[in-house]
């Protein structure tokens, strides 16, 4: 399958921003569907993951604020990202892996997207 994200952008800190990730290739219902990040000198981090049965879950630093979601019909997963804070500062990468579960984890995924970057200002 490959993976395609886009949505990054500037913003100033409390604003919002939604991520897309198409998908191609295979029949994306069946595959779980994660979002990661990579701040600078950090490493990948976990941010939000959704079953191919809309189960979901948050790292803490984002719940309440970030809500994933997914459009079986058009094969694209979200991240709504609000109360945006310096700190998500970052390349943001989407992922999928054919799984009834939703991994938290980078290495459970089998393909990645290229990544956008997110930066907000505070």
């Known amino acids: 399958v490959q993976l395609q994200a886009s949505g990054g952008g500037l913003v100033q800190a409390g604003g919002s921003l939604r991520l897309s990730c198409a998908a191609s290739g295979r029949t994306f219902s069946r595959y779980a569907m994660g979002w990661f990040r990579q701040g600078p000198g950090k490493e990948r981090e976990f941010v939000a993951a959704?079953?191919?049965?809309?189960?979901?879950s948050y790292a803490d630093s984002v719940k309440g604020r970030f809500t994933i979601s997914r459009d079986h019909a058009k094969n694209t997963g979200y991240l709504q990202m609000n109360s945006l804070k310096a700190e998500d500062t970052a390349v943001y990468y989407c992922?999928?892996?054919?799984?009834?579960?939703?991994?938290?984890?980078?290495?459970?995924?089998?393909?990645w997207g290229q990544g956008t970057q997110v930066t907000v200002s505070s």
């Open positions: 992922a999928a892996v054919e799984t009834f579960t939703r991994p938290t984890t980078a290495m459970a995924y089998d393909y």
């Open positions: 959704i079953s191919r049965y809309g189960d979901t």
